[in-house]
C-alpha cells in the first residue's frame, strides 16, 4: 500500500512563528504536492515538486516556502505564521499523470 | 483553463443510487479521477478513468464519461451509510503534472 506520512495531525501555533510541515511517501513517487483544504474553497494547491530540489509555484504560494532535498521528503514551510493560515493542510505524492495518494492531512491552528 | 465544477450537495436513501457531476473545461486532460474523503481523514483515491474510456466500473462504482460535454459522473450502487463523504473530481490538465481539484460534493445517506 502507498504511504504518505504527515508529521503531525494536530498542530497549534503563534502568530508570527516559523512553522515545518513535513510529509514523506515511500512509494518512489516523483511528484510531491501540498494543498491546503478550507470550507467552501476547496483544496488549493500551494506548491509542488516534479523532482528532487524542483519546485513550482501552485495557486497560492503566498506566504509559504517548501523544500524537497530528498525524493521521499516535501516539506512545506510557513516563515511567518499568520491567522490566515489556520486550515487542513494535505500533502499528496504521485507518479506523473497519475492519481495522487494523500497523508492524512494536518489541522494547523495559528493564534 | 482549468477549473471544475461539481454541486455541493447530495442526499439520498440508503439502499438506492447516487449520482455525482462534475463538467471539466481542460480538454487536454488525461486523466480524470474521483476521490472520497471522510471527516477528519485525507482524501483516498476511489478509481479513475483515462480519457479515451466512455465508462469505467468496479464493484459498486460506475464512472462514466462524456467527453464532448466534458462531463464525468461517479454512480454508486446500493449506497451504504459508510458512503457519506465528501467526493471529489479531479483532472490532469494539459500540464501532465497538476491535479486539479473541484470543490467536492457532499454525500449524506439517510437510513
Known amino acids: 500500500d502507498v504511504k504518505v506520512t504527515q508529521s503531525s495531525r494536530y498542530l497549534v501555533k503563534r502568530t508570527g512563528e516559523k512553522v515545518f510541515l513535513e510529509c514523506v511517501q515511500d512509494m518512489d513517487h516523483e511528484n510531491m504536492f501540498w494543498y491546503r483544504q478550507d470550507p467552501g474553497l476547496g483544496l488549493r494547491l500551494i506548491y509542488f515538486s516534479y523532482d528532487v530540489k524542483m519546485k513550482e509555484k501552485g495557486d497560492i504560494p503566498e506566504g509559504y516556502s517548501v523544500s524537497r532535498e530528498k525524493k521521499e521528503r516535501f516539506s512545506l514551510i510557513l516563515e511567518s505564521a499568520s491567522t490566515n493560515q489556520t486550515s487542513m493542510y494535505l500533502c499528496a505524492s504521485s507518479f506523473p499523470g497519475r492519481g495522487a495518494f494523500f497523508g492524512q492531512g494536518t489541522r494547523l491552528t495559528v493564534v | 483553463g482549468e477549473d471544475v465544477e461539481q454541486s455541493l450537495f447530495l442526499s439520498v436513501r440508503e439502499g438506492d443510487s447516487s449520482v455525482i457531476n462534475c463538467t471539466y473545461t481542460?480538454?487536454?486532460?488525461?486523466?480524470l479521477y474521483w476521490y472520497k474523503q471522510e471527516p477528519g481523514a485525507g482524501l483516498q483515491l476511489l478509481t479513475y478513468i483515462f480519457s479515451n474510456m466512455d465508462m469505467k466500473q468496479d464493484q459498486r462504482l460506475t464512472v462514466l464519461l462524456n467527453k464532448k460535454d466534458k462531463h464525468l459522473s461517479l454512480r454508486i450502487a446500493d449506497t451504504q451509510t459508510g458512503d457519506s463523504a465528501i467526493y471529489f473530481c479531479?483532472?490532469?490538465?494539459?500540464?501532465?503534472?497538476?491535479?486539479?481539484f473541484g470543490i467536492g460534493t457532499k454525500l449524506q445517506v439517510i437510513p
Open positions: 479531479a483532472e490532469t490538465p494539459g500540464g501532465y503534472q497538476k491535479v486539479t
Open positions: 481542460d480538454s487536454s486532460s488525461t486523466y
